[in-house]
């Protein structure tokens, strides 16, 4: 079964609101990371945060990390159309980095 | 800088016929990983490699075979194609199982249908 379930799992907003998206998951792990798949593409990593980190910044990016909660929320601010694209939260295990559903966001011009 | 290099891009199979999905990386890798991508299933992790000559099996590795014998390829067989391995697969390489210190590569993709 999947580390990582994310939510919810579609989004629709307007370009300059702020969009936030959620990942729970199941064990303990030592980073969580974000990534983000334009239609048809490949996945792009936007940022990770350790274990021992509660909040993150990058750009109009910002990922929060709760551990005793196992989530984590990623907020993007001022949110533009170019930012439609699905995103996915992803936990190490060992050896393995393992993936959440995702998260579809669509922003309107 | 050709990073991660999936091929085919394209493939149409029949029940029952096998074949290879390429992976090459260029960066000197140590990790690599192949997974598939269902609709509403996100990723999930087929097999991965932490070096040369050495594999393991992920979440769902049934029906695929994987070898290492170059750092720089990564190929993931299908034995005897399925329907249910219909679905996009994608490669993955990073310099190491380090995630704090390193990036993911992604290839772009491998689209399967199986008839």
């Known amino acids: 079964s999947q580390q990582g379930e994310e939510d919810p799992q579609a989004l629709s907003i307007q370009e300059g609101e702020n969009a936030t998206m959620n990942c729970s998951y199941k064990?303990?792990?030592?980073?969580l990371q974000w990534y983000r798949q334009n239609s048809g593409r490949g996945l792009v990593h936007l940022i990770l945060?350790?274990?021992?980190?509660r909040e993150k910044h990058s750009g109009r990016l910002r990922v929060t990390l709760d551990t005793s909660k196992k989530s984590s929320s990623l907020l993007i601010t001022a949110s533009r159309a170019a930012d439609t694209a699905s995103y996915f939260c992803?936990?190490?295990?060992?050896?393995?980095?393992?993936f959440g559903t995702g998260t579809r966001l669509q922003v309107f011009p | 800088n050709a990073g991660v290099t999936q091929t085919p891009k394209f493939q149409v199979l029949k029940t029952g016929q096998s074949m290879t999905l390429q992976c090459a990386q260029d960066?000197?890798?140590?990790?690599m990983s192949w997974y598939r991508q269902d609709p509403g299933m996100g990723l999930r992790l087929i097999h991965y490699?932490?070096?040369?000559?050495?594999?393991d099996q992920g979440e769902v590795p049934n029906g695929y075979n994987v070898s290492r014998s170059t750092t720089e390829d990564f190929p993931l067989r299908l034995l005897s194609a399925a329907p249910s391995q219909t679905s996009v697969y994608f490669c993955?390489?990073?310099?190491?199982?380090?995630?704090?210190?390193?990036?993911?590569?992604f290839g772009e993709g491998s689209w399967l249908t199986v008839v």
């Open positions: 064990t303990s792990i030592n980073n």
């Open positions: 490699s932490v070096g040369a000559g050495i594999t």
């Open positions: 993955a390489s990073s310099r190491t199982t380090d995630y704090s210190g390193n990036t993911i590569y």
């Open positions: 960066m000197n890798h140590e990790y």
């Open positions: 945060i350790r274990s021992n980190e």
């Open positions: 992803a936990t190490d295990n060992t050896d393995k980095l393992i």
